[in-house]
């Protein structure tokens, strides 16, 4: 489908958990067992700031309140752990688990003749594709396992635009952690915040969830 000459936009970047489907319930599971199994207390508002790091840099935050020492084999032991868990929790994802608005917002972008892409932290974020069934959506998947820096540095969102082939000022990133919108902000992009305003702060405008969403007001 040719461009809409409308748009100002010539890609569209989705983040993946709390945007397009909710895994942070599975993440949080996954890591309260661990946690709990090297002694440090873990809650929901622990989990909070976890929302955006990847699982290197969120298990360290866990064991920065554990006893004892860590070897760097120790850590990859337990991330991979903690990552086994978390993929017996997902293999029972289904459509089911879209977001509200999801499907409709990512048709929306194609009939516009925007290209998509999508930007997670995520190293299971292909699984959680297919199991949703929408992969196919996608003109470029970034392989999280290849990006050396996490949110908020850009490298993420400057990935996607370079392999969509299109200018980071020209795209437009949707996110609904901190991190993740200022990795938008960095890149150059312009930043939808899914979720709470006066905490998403840097993004250039806000909306509840993806039922709200309008490429036309963005």
Same mark, same amino acid.
């Given at each position: 489908?040719?461009?809409?000459? *409308?748009?100002?936009?010539?890609? #569209?970047? /989705?983040?993946?958990?709390?945007?397009?489907?909710?895994?942070?319930?599975?993440?949080?599971?996954?890591?309260?067992?661990?946690?709990?199994?090297?002694? @440090?207390?873990?809650?929901?508002?622990?989990?909070?700031?976890?929302?955006?790091?990847?699982?290197?840099?969120?298990?360290?935050? %866990?064991?920065?309140?554990?006893?004892?020492?860590?070897?760097?084999?120790?850590?990859?032991?337990?991330?991979?752990?903690? *990552?086994?868990?978390?993929?017996?929790?997902? +293999?029972?994802?289904?459509? &089911?688990?879209?977001?509200?608005?999801?499907?409709?917002?990512?048709?929306? #972008?194609?009939?516009?003749?925007?290209?998509?892409?999508?930007?997670?932290?995520?190293?299971?974020?292909?699984? #959680?594709?297919?199991?949703?069934?929408?992969?196919?959506?996608?003109?470029?998947? #970034?392989?999280?396992?290849? %990006?050396? *820096?996490?949110?908020?540095?850009?490298?993420?969102?400057?990935?996607?635009?370079?392999?969509?082939?299109? +200018?980071?000022?020209?795209?437009?990133?949707?996110?609904?952690?901190?991190?993740? @919108?200022?990795?938008?902000? &960095?890149?150059?992009?312009?930043?939808?915040? %899914?979720?709470?305003?006066?905490?998403?702060?840097?993004?250039?405008?806000?909306?509840?969830?993806?039922?709200? /969403?309008?490429?036309?007001?963005?």
């Amino acid at each position: 489908m040719s461009q809409d000459t *409308n748009s100002k936009y010539k890609a #569209v970047i /989705f983040d993946l958990d709390g945007v397009i489907t909710d895994t942070a319930h599975y993440h949080y599971l996954a890591w309260k067992r661990l946690a709990e199994a090297e002694g @440090v207390h873990f809650d929901e508002a622990f989990n909070e700031h976890l929302k955006g790091i990847d699982r290197m840099g969120s298990l360290d935050l %866990i064991l920065a309140g554990a006893r004892g020492e860590y070897t760097p084999e120790r850590k990859l032991a337990l991330a991979d752990a903690k *990552n086994r868990h978390y993929q017996e929790l997902i +293999a029972t994802m289904s459509a &089911a688990d879209l977001l509200p608005g999801a499907v409709e917002a990512l048709a929306a #972008v194609r009939a516009a003749g925007l290209l998509i892409g999508l930007a997670s932290v995520s190293k299971n974020a292909f699984t #959680v594709l297919d199991r949703l069934g929408i992969r196919e959506r996608f003109d470029y998947v #970034v392989d999280a396992a290849l %990006i050396a *820096n996490s949110k908020p540095h850009p490298e993420i969102f400057l990935n996607a635009a370079a392999h969509l082939g299109v +200018a980071p000022a020209q795209c437009l990133g949707i996110e609904d952690a901190v991190a993740g @919108v200022a990795a938008i902000k &960095a890149a150059g992009m312009t930043a939808l915040g %899914i979720g709470d305003p006066t905490v998403l702060t840097q993004a250039d405008r806000v909306i509840p969830g993806l039922d709200h /969403f309008r490429l036309a007001d963005c």
